[in-house]
């Protein structure tokens, strides 16, 4: 990771790397799908109770893969956990199921908390369904057919706001954003 260059030159060491890559679907049965990995590696050999580690073998290597319809309403959920730092974290794969007919939107992370339980499943695949969502947003946020599309059209003659408006500061219905490309999600302060 490149340094800004105005920061002071100070000596330090690598001592963990977490990558987490999600990847959006468009599937032909209409859902849409996400497969997300989070990997931990240290860059040094560790060794404790459970297992001996190479550098960069993974301390956790952990999937999900959820498929939505359009209205991100959950069809299937599934984990797998290839690697983690105890025999027992794999008991928790089956418990991403419990997501199944949930709808991910406003309060997702408290359905989460609610759905997986603190102690029934486990903090980094809990975590790994924040990007997750993200990502099913930012694929599906571009419709069906996107090349070469202005991926606005479908929603410049819509009468229900799209899931973005009022989802962060730009795309505020008293903002500029919608006032300029979606006037009809704009309210009256924007038009103004």
């Known amino acids: 990771m490149a340094q800004p260059e105005d920061q002071t030159k100070t000596q330090r060491r690598l001592m963990h790397r977490r990558?987490?890559?999600?990847?959006?679907?468009?599937?032909?049965?209409?859902?849409?799908?996400?497969?997300?990995?989070?990997?931990?590696?240290?860059?040094?050999?560790?060794?404790?109770?459970?297992?001996?580690?190479?550098?960069?073998?993974p301390i956790h290597d952990i999937r999900l893969r959820l498929a939505v319809d359009d209205d991100f309403k959950i069809h299937e959920a599934e984990a797998t956990m290839s690697a983690t730092p105890f025999p027992t974290c794999i008991a928790v794969e089956p418990v991403l199921r419990r997501l199944v007919g949930e709808r991910i939107g406003k309060g997702w992370h408290k359905?989460?908390?609610?759905?997986?339980g603190k102690l029934e499943s486990c903090t980094h695949l809990s975590e790994l369904l924040g990007p997750a969502a993200t990502t099913l947003f930012q694929t599906i946020g571009q419709g069906r057919t996107p090349e070469g599309g202005d991926p606005l059209a479908d929603q410049r003659s819509s009468t229900k706001p799209p899931f973005f408006v009022n989802g962060c500061h730009s795309w505020r219905s008293d903002g500029p954003i919608v006032a300029e490309l979606l006037p009809q999600f704009a309210s009256q302060a924007a038009k103004e």
């Open 19 to 57: 990558t987490i890559e999600c990847e959006g679907y468009l599937r032909d049965d209409g859902l849409w799908e996400v497969e997300a990995r989070l990997v931990d590696v240290k860059p040094f050999p560790m060794s404790d109770r459970y297992r001996s580690l190479q550098a960069d073998d």
């Open 111 to 116: 359905l989460i908390r609610q759905q997986l």
